[in-house]
């Protein structure tokens, strides 16, 4: 799919290529194609890296386009598509439990395991809340009842500690950069310092609330097998520290090693993006990568405060698991439709610049003419 996307963008001739989104990862794609030559799997890894790049060129290109031709549907089918995925592995879980149960105990839905459930319903409802706050007239308050409710349950039924956590820090950003953007900041940030001693008494605060079953503590001091693959990721990347081994190369560490993680429970991820793509790209391509991301959020922060609040929340996401890393998953693609969407003029129903430019040369004309006349 991402290869016929690339097809239909390099062969469509009647309007200018559009690379601004792709443009700020450039640098990070240099070093990506240096550490290819040191792959294990070069054709796996190559195709990878080849698919991001397309993700980041083709995406926002067809999401300008349809911004420009009918911007309604195009945010009313985004919306409506999520809650289709989301309706039918609720539905199926009445139906056909074993089908959405991920081991026969956690809600997946189908994201296929609780943690992918958690991580589609945090992009989804950052989404949703985005788009309906801009364009409250898209659906009847009703229906935007029933599109959260199947967010919330779902993300409550996966019982996803960091889908939930990262949606929390998502709405309490949102409402505080949308009423002062350097205060929002500062307690933001405040939070993000004090997260640690969250974490310390993370234990005594579920217990307290009678929570310890639905938050599962017992996998909690272990992180489920998340320290372990921590642990193994560091010192793999201290045997390649500036330049690592190409894309896709943890998920082939991983497969190679997954009997060491056998006792713990762990399914064999990296359970960190950042970690994913310093053990791929080395620390260079790690700069550059959180470079190119932080480029767009920039972009795309000079018309909407929403940004930052998803910047916060995607930092807690993506620590906890490698999803921002690949590129042929349902939540990379949503955070480049995200950013698509506030970087363009056109979904606030402003005027792009083109358009004042030629409204001003027709209203220029018009003078022009009844001064002759």
Known sequence: LMGLMGILFFTN????????????????????????????????SLMKMVSYAILLLAIPKLINQLIGTNRERL?????????????TGVILKFVYPAFVLFMGERFSGLLGNPNGMGIFGFMFFSMVTIILHYHPRLFSFNE????????????VWAGSRGGLFSSALFLLGAYLFRRNTIMGFILMTALFISYQFVVANFEMIVTTLGLQNYFRLETFDAGAGRLEAYTFMWG?????????????YTEYLMKESAALFEQTGHQGNAHNSYLTIWLDTGLFGLIAFCIGWLVNF??????????????????????????????LNPFTIQLVII???????????????????????????????????
């Open 144 to 155: 935007k009842v029933v599109i959260y409710a199947l967010i919330l349950i779902s993300m």
């Open 339 to 373: 950013l698509s969407l506030l970087s363009n003029p056109g979904f606030y129903g402003k005027k792009s610049v083109m358009q004042k430019k030629v409204a001003e040369e027709v209203s220029q004309d018009k003078k022009f003419y009844s001064l002759q006349l």
């Open 298 to 327: 920039i972009r795309a922060a000079k018309s909407s405060p929403f940004v930052w609040a998803l910047l916060f929340g995607l930092l807690l996401s993506t620590s906890v698991e490698s999803w921002l890393s690949a590129s």
């Open 75 to 87: 945010l009313s089918h985004l919306i409506l598509l999520g809650t289709l995925i989301l309706l």
């Open 236 to 248: 793999h990347i201290q045997e390649q520290f500036w330049m690592g081994k190409g894309f896709g």
């Open 13 to 44: 001739k009647k309007e200018g290529k559009e690379w601004s989104f792709l443009t700020p990862f450039i640098l990070f794609f240099i070093v990506a194609s240096v550490a290819w030559f040191n792959s294990p799997t070069p054709f796996d």
